[in-house]
């Protein structure tokens, strides 16, 4: 789609070596998912999610989550002007289109807790009022690995399902580095970015992509996976019917970004660790020995291939 084409070349301008976070963000955004990145500090976490926002002509919000960050910080407030004798509402950071959510695993549990609703039902609810967020809305929350231990707030299990995709963002190239000093030396600039992407022509893209046709053996394949992850003696918890319309939906937006009209089991075998990676839990003897990757690979390995490609 020329649209996508698009999106991947202007984040290209300033973004060096993501394409693959790219194109995540992009399927994300068909469905009105949400992202869960993983990596170290300082490698674009924040540029990404800013350069994303700009192309889509929406707004941009970064909230840094620490301990004391309460859940009225995130939402907002209702307060009383004395001026006009009634109380107003006062938007909190996650009403934007594009909500950086920087360490989430910071925060306490209590108000980890208050971005389910918006996370799921696209609205807020503050003193009995219910307050809609922007579309496009996308919440891309960020979590350090290194200080995992270290005074933060493991997410729960119903808060990781609500994120689409889970990835991992890795240290650049040396030629990628160099880009990047390119880009700091002015070479390059986060202004050049242009706002691509009109609320139309992302309404069709999304009516597209729901037409991407799944053939019953292709379907059947995907639920065999999803299954598996159910029965495997080394998974404690498998992925969940929202993890398997997850699973779809994502290999839909795969297939639209390789230009087909239909879903092949490799679009499927793609996603997987992005999708169900976050969704499922090692039983304890597991986790001593075992990664999530090497079970999922298993998985995958266990179940037969459709012969068709589902044209």
Known sequence: MKELEIIQKEMQ?????????????????L??????MESVPGTGKTMLAKTFAKILNGVFS???FTPDVLPSDVTGIQFFNPKQQEFEFRAGPIIANIVLADEINRATPRTQSSLLEVMEER??????????????FMVIATQNPIDSQQGTFPLPIAQMDRFFIKLSMDYPSL???REIIQIARGEKQFEDV????????????RNLVKSVRI???????????VRK??????????????????????SQGKALLNGRSFVVPNDIKEMIPYVLGHRIFLTTEASLTRTVENVLQEVIESISVPVEAGV
Do not use: C, W
């Not at 301008?13 to 955004?29: A, D, F, N, Q, Y």
């Open 194 to 205: 242009e706002a691509i992407l009109t609320t139309a022509s992302l309404e069709n893209l």
């Open 62 to 64: 970064r909230i840094q």
């Open 175 to 177: 030629q990628e580095e």
């Open 215 to 225: 053939s019953d053996e292709v379907e059947t394949y995907l639920i065999q996976v």
């Open 123 to 136: 609205q807020v609810t503050i003193d009995g009022h219910t307050i809609p967020v922007p579309d496009p």
């Open 13 to 29: 301008k300033v973004m060096i070596g993501k394409e693959k976070e790219v194109e995540l963000l992009t399927i994300s955004l």
């Open 229 to 250: 992850t159910r029965e495997h003696p080394s998974i404690d918890l498998g992925v969940s019917p929202r993890g398997t319309l997850a699973l779809m939906r994502a």
């Open 31 to 36: 469905f009105n998912g949400h992202i869960l």
